[in-house]
T-cell receptor
Framework: GAVVSQHPSRVICKSGTSVKIECRSL??????MFWYRQFPKQSLMLMAT?????????EQGVEKDKFLINHASLTLSTLTVTSAHPEDSSFYIC????????????FGEGSRLTVL | AQSVAQPEDQVNVAEGNPLTVKCTYS??????LFWYVQYPNRGLQFLLK??????LVKGSYGFEAEFNKSQTSFHLKKPSALVSDSALYFC????????????FGSGTRLLVRP
């Protein structure tokens, strides 16, 4: 199947700093990418839908100024957690939609963010 | 709104025995249903999907799922469980219309004991 790469896999930062997470589709073009957040022992919660060349669509309750999403190319979307606080510590997972009509999603390996 | 429910937080099964992980769905229109598996600190791996056609869908690693319209269920099954199948399993439904968003169930932890 298609490969989605996410970087970094783990990041630790101080409170108040900003952290950028990259999501790349390695062997296909992804016009749409999704960002999910997962708390320990919980399901994935969709944060936003990222479309190449346009503004991201955020889910209700997700602060768009807090979680900046950029999808500048067909193979790269970035999530920047601005002014991070300990409550932002979580596992962030991106996914990219394949080119098939059934819309199968391929997931990155996730990025664990720890804010001290 | 589309939704899926996974009624079991955890399923325990002995190696070699058949396993079932339950999922029920609620959708308007035709359901697009998926199963994913997650190993610790990893992303999700696609197992199988139901879009249309045969009610019994075969997927990766020997898993299969049966789509049952009358019971609105899409249970994941495997005839003979392996210890390495121990992981977190998510059922998901595609949000309707032209959206490709996936709505996930709460997840079921599968523990296969030797």
């Amino acid at each position: 199947g298609a490969v989605v790469s996410q970087h970094p896999s783990r990041v630790i930062c101080k409170s108040g700093t900003s952290v950028k997470i990259e999501c790349r589709s390695l062997d296909f073009q992804a016009t749409t990418m999704f960002w999910y957040r997962q708390f320990p022992k919980q399901s994935l919660m969709l944060m936003a839908t990222s479309n190449e060349g346009s503004k991201a669509t955020y889910e209700q309750g997700v602060e768009k100024d807090k979680f900046l999403i950029n999808h500048a190319s067909l193979t790269l979307s970035t999530l920047t957690v601005t002014s991070a606080h300990p409550e932002d510590s979580s596992f962030y997972i991106c996914s990219a939609r394949g080119t098939g009509g059934t819309g199968e999603l391929f997931f990155g390996e996730g990025s664990r963010l720890t804010v001290l | 709104a589309q939704s899926v429910a996974q009624p079991e937080d955890q399923v325990n099964v002995a190696e070699g025995n058949p396993l079932t992980v339950k999922c029920t769905y609620s959708v308007s229109g035709n359901p697009y249903l998926f199963w994913y598996v997650q190993y610790p600190n990893r992303g999700l791996q696609f197992l199988l999907k139901y879009i249309t056609g045969d009610n019994l869908v075969k997927g990766s690693y020997g898993f299969e799922a049966e789509f049952n319209k009358s019971q609105t269920s899409f249970h994941l099954k495997k005839p003979s469980a392996l210890v390495s199948d121990s992981a977190l399993y998510f059922c998901a439904v595609r949000d309707g219309g032209s959206s490709y968003k996936l709505i996930f169930g709460s997840g079921t932890r599968l523990l296969v004991r030797p």
